[in-house]
């Protein structure tokens, strides 16, 4: 049975009459009638009682009907979906984002753009650790992810935007010792234990803090590693550890934290990063509004 075929049947079996479904599907009531008996032919089954005044549908023709009619509306749904999808207006788009990072200037704005412009297209959003995060952008289950330029500068195959300038602070417990002083610099924590994502997880961001501290204090810091950004909140939050992060965390409104900025230090930047062989069709939308908001 064509799909032509199909549209005459459901036609012929809507009107329960050949002349007026003939003239509803632009053809000859003789060309419905023969396209109706190859179908009774094919099948082995007869779909219409005929006589000279009225056509109705044999029980099996109602089944063949009713499961034809649901077939062709699951056709036309099908198609409409796959049109917008042609056009960028239906899918779906995953953005992970490092832990620890404020989103709030950051991701409001196009999530509402998302939902008011394209309300077909769905935004997943994840939070995660540094390596994770590369590894999902890497095998393109991410289509993008907001991370620090110091871990995604040096990546192969990575492209990035920076999408937000942050700046360099110490955030200290406000029950530990050096909380109480009134100018606390980097120099004052030689003899402390500074927490700090290990090296497995994100070597750039380790390199970074110790060159600092033998730089422009002239001392290697001691380390107290642990797994992930969130671990390393977590430490500082409980009072038992200090932290150099940035002005862009969370943790900086924490009122159980000091935060003193280090101006001396260079900025660093929150960065939009992608994959470019990353085919979802939804991936242009996100890197295009950035591009023009940003």
Known sequence: MTFTQIKYFIEAARCLNFTEAAARLYVTQPTLSRQIT???????????????KTLRLTPGGTVLFEELSHLMETYDTIVEKAREASFGLIGNISIGVIDGLDIAGL?????EHIETVYPNIRIHLIRSSFSALIDHLYDCSLDAVITYDFDISLRPGINYKNIKLLRPVLIIPRRHPLASKKNVTLKDFEQESLVIVNTQECPSGVELVRDTCRQLCGYYPSFH???????????VEAGLKC???NDGMTIVKSDAVKVVPLTDLPPMNAVLAWNPQNNNFALPILLDYFKTKR
């Open 107 to 111: 991701l409001p704005d196009f999530v």
């Open 243 to 245: 932290a150099l992060l």
């Open 38 to 52: 190859a179908i009774e032919s094919e099948l082995n089954m007869q779909l219409f009682i005929r006589n000279n």
């Open 225 to 235: 590693f642990v797994d992930t950004m969130d671990d390393a909140i977590l430490w």
